[in-house]
């Protein structure tokens, strides 16, 4: 089983729709988690962190549920520029290695 | 942009031969990670290097190396390349190595 799995879609969706993505984990030691976004053959940009609490950032929310090891990514209202590969991240406490995902690809179409 | 560098952007090399990949860190960052991202996979840990130490490393053969300079720059080597190992080397600096990573934009290498 991988570490962090990711559905690798594509999810393709209207503008001005919402998408949500999943991402579980297999290693309850985890403390940390992110989102990156890569745009075809460029490097990954962080999206957002994601928090205990859930956090959101404009249209993005982020969501951490521990008991059950998986985060996920929400977005509203999608823009044609948030079309993208979306990587989930995962630390363990006290490491530096990340553990990336395969990616969920989100295509927004006109 | 994120301040991390890596040159040179592309490469082709043939098979058995030896490539050294570049990256110089975002200013203040001690950390330099770097990763194999595969076409349609995510990103494989390679190495860290902190403080011109590895400081910890991925599942990576040893004709993987690499150097980290007192300006925090670092270098990755692969020796013998094999058709396997084309793909986008990815570098992220950290401060500190536990911090949150900033990615260089890659170099793309091709293994003919």
């Known amino acids: 089983r991988k570490e962090v799995e990711q559905d690798p879609g594509p999810f393709n969706v209207p503008e001005g729709a919402t998408v949500a993505f999943n991402c579980t984990y297999s290693?309850?030691?985890?403390?940390?988690f992110f989102w990156y976004r890569q745009d075809c053959r460029k490097e990954p940009k962080l999206l957002m962190s994601?928090?205990?609490s859930g956090n959101e950032d404009g249209r993005f929310t982020a969501q951490l549920n521990r008991a059950s090891q998986y985060i996920s990514l929400l977005i509203r209202d999608s823009k044609l520029s948030d079309s993208a590969t979306y990587l989930c991240?995962?630390?363990?406490?006290?490491?530096?290695?990340?553990?990336f995902g395969t990616g969920t690809r989100l295509k927004v179409l006109a | 942009e994120t301040g991390v560098t890596q040159s040179p952007t592309h490469l082709i090399k043939t098979r058995g031969q030896q490539v050294t990949l570049r990256c110089s860190s975002q200013s203040g960052h001690n950390t330099v990670s770097w990763y194999q991202q595969a076409l349609g996979q995510g990103p494989q840990f390679i190495f860290q290097y902190y403080r011109e130490e590895e400081n910890g490393r991925g599942n990576f053969p040893p004709r993987f190396s690499g150097l980290q300079f007192p300006n925090y720059s670092s270098e990755l080597n692969v020796n013998a390349l094999e058709l396997d190992d084309s793909a986008l080397y990815l570098c992220?600096?950290?401060?500190?190595?536990?911090?949150?990573?900033?990615f260089g934009p890659g170099t793309r290498l091709t293994v003919l």
């Open positions: 994601v928090y205990s």
């Open positions: 290693n309850s030691a985890s403390q940390s």
């Open positions: 991240v995962v630390k363990s406490s006290g490491t530096y290695k990340y553990i």
């Open positions: 992220a600096s950290s401060l500190p190595p536990q911090g949150t990573q900033y």
